[in-house]
């Protein structure tokens, strides 16, 4: 199947710095990238929907200002965690809609970015 | 508003059984419906898509149903072994202009030797 590329896998950073997760599709362009966070033992909670070229969709509750997210081109989007803090430490996951489906195409994830906030 | 369950929750059985995951959904009006396995601390793996115009699809041991008109999805495993231990989730994308996929909570599945 189709591969997304995330990285890093895993980041440990000092509270108050800023971290950046790329999120890229290898060999589709994707026309939709959504990211994700996961809780231990939870579900995946949808934290914004990017679309190329456009600015991004966020979920009521997620604060657009502290989690930027750019999606510069069909194969790369960004998701920056600003001023980090302990409560921001989570697993985040990134997904990306094969353009090649249309609407309906098939869905591709990451494996997924642990960040930890000291 | 679309809602997905998975049910069970959770499930462990003995190596080589035939299993059957369920997914149920409220809103029939969806473009597809994909299922996923999870490892922990990984991201998810795609293992079906199947589209709102088909019935089924079948991968090696695994085989996804779709019912639209009742709104439940089953993803049959056939003789289980301890690899296939993971969470399944399942994804419901619907037709309505945000075209973002829903996901159930997942079953988690554990096959002991």
């Known amino acids: 199947g189709a591969v997304v590329s995330q990285h890093p896998s895993r980041v440990i950073c000092k509270s108050g710095t800023s971290v950046k997760i790329e999120c890229r599709s290898l060999?589709?362009?994707?026309?939709?990238m959504f990211w994700y966070r996961q809780f231990p033992k939870q579900s995946l909670m949808l934290m914004a929907t990017s679309n190329e070229g456009s600015k991004a969709t966020y979920e009521q509750g997620v604060e657009k200002d502290k989690f930027l997210i750019n999606h510069a081109s069909l194969t790369l989007s960004t998701l920056t965690v600003t001023s980090a803090h302990p409560e921001d430490s989570s697993f985040y996951i990134c997904?990306?809609?094969?353009?090649?489906?249309?609407?309906?195409?098939?869905?591709?994830f990451g494996e997924g970015s642990r960040l930890t906030v000291l | 508003k679309q809602e997905v369950t998975q049910i069970p929750a959770a499930l462990s059985v003995p190596e080589g059984e035939n299993l059957v995951l369920n997914c149920s959904f409220t809103d029939s009006a969806i473009y597809n419906l994909q299922w996923f396995r999870q490892d922990p601390g990984k991201g998810l793996t795609s293992l079906l898509l199947?589209?709102?115009?088909?019935r089924e699809q079948t991968s090696g041991r695994l085989n996804a149903s779709l019912d639209k008109s009742s709104g439940r999805s089953t993803l049959y495993i056939a003789a289980s072994q301890p690899g296939d231990s993971a969470t399944y989730l399942c994804a419901v994308t619907t037709s309505g202009g945000s075209y973002i996929p829903t996901f159930g909570r997942g079953t988690s599945l554990i096959v002991h030797p």
């Open positions: 199947i589209q709102s115009s088909q």
């Open positions: 997904s990306a809609r094969d353009g090649r489906g249309g609407l309906s195409g098939e869905l591709f």
């Open positions: 060999d589709f362009q994707a026309t939709t």
